[in-house]
């Protein structure tokens, strides 16, 4: 497996593989891999020929007061687990090859930025924006695989690749899960041993929301209350939100609609460390009686 750190090495790469038919697919992370990395370089090497995963802890994304300092790095590691996943190179530019001095672009994205991730971290997705988009512009890839757990981040990743004409295929793989239900993230490693015990509350709270729904309830402020109530039995828990939306663009209506598809978001502080999570579910298209 070769490591490239430079953008004209990237792309000239590219261009060859290109030349010669190769389907490329691509895998941004900002490293410290788990299962839910490894699962996107496997789903990566299905529907691809050569897979390169993006290995950059991008600071762009990170507000002032966040964890871009401490976020986990071991590079050594992530290098062989990507190898043994499958993956055939990585591309791992520091922060000076990728924001060289004089750099002055940005990019926004709009509506689908303002709230939940969006209002809670400001700037947060202007700077995925722009990481992802120098990425892919380095990468040139054909396809490239993200994780359903940044749910609203797979939202402006699309309406990235839509406004700016970028021809790749986005994909979105299922999140991945401890056999408790906490959704696999780097930020895990933070939780202390009893903390990560009452971490699956998170999921415990999104299988409550998805029960009432299948249940018959439409109602989108009962759906956030029965959520919340959940999230509240662990006295450490620190809600930012729990709602439920409409999957395709984040708008909550009063009440839900047989066969709208939603999305139930969580972000919350456990602690000193802060979790998102979300599950997907169709509003039924009969009453379901609730005897």
């Known amino acids: 497996m070769e490591i490239i750190r430079t953008i004209k090495e990237m792309q000239s790469l590219s261009k060859k593989l290109t030349s010669k038919g190769a389907v490329i697919g691509c895998v941004p992370t900002m490293g410290y891999l788990h299962e839910g990395h490894l699962n996107l370089i496997r789903k990566a090497k299905e529907i691809s020929d050569y897979v390169v995963m993006t290995l950059f802890v991008n600071p762009k994304q990170f507000g002032p007061n966040e964890d871009f300092e401490k976020y986990p790095r071991d590079p050594d590691r992530d290098y062989k687990l990507a190898e043994n996943a499958g993956c055939d190179l990585i591309f791992a530019p520091d922060i000076i090859e990728m924001y060289p001095i004089g ?24 700077g995925v924006a722009l990481v992802v988009a120098k990425l892919f512009n380095a990468v040139k890839p054909d396809v490239a695989v993200f994780g359903q757990k940044d749910y609203q981040q797979t939202l402006v990743i699309k309406q990235l690749v839509r406004d700016l004409n970028f021809d790749i295929k986005i994909v979105i793989a ?75 663009n984040l708008d909550e209506p009063d009440v839900f609609l047989a066969g709208d598809h939603i999305v139930l978001l969580i972000a919350c502080y456990l602690g000193t460390t802060r979790l998102i999570d979300n599950a997907l579910v169709t509003i039924p298209k009969t009453n379901i009686s609730t005897k």
């Open 174 to 248: 299922p999140t991945v899960r401890e056999t408790d239900g906490l959704a696999m993230s780097s930020r895990n490693t933070y939780l202390t041993p009893e903390l990560r015990a009452k971490a699956n509350v998170l999921f415990n709270a999104l299988e409550d929301g998805i029960k009432a729904i299948e249940g018959g309830c439409r109602e989108r402020k009962v759906i956030n209350a029965i959520m919340h109530k959940r999230l509240r039995s662990v006295p450490e828990i620190k809600i930012d939100y729990a709602c439920a939306a409409l999957a395709e």
């Open 103 to 126: 750099f002055s672009t940005s990019v926004e994205i709009h509506n689908i930025t303002s709230k939940f991730e969006g209002e809670r971290r400001p700037g947060h997705f202007d």
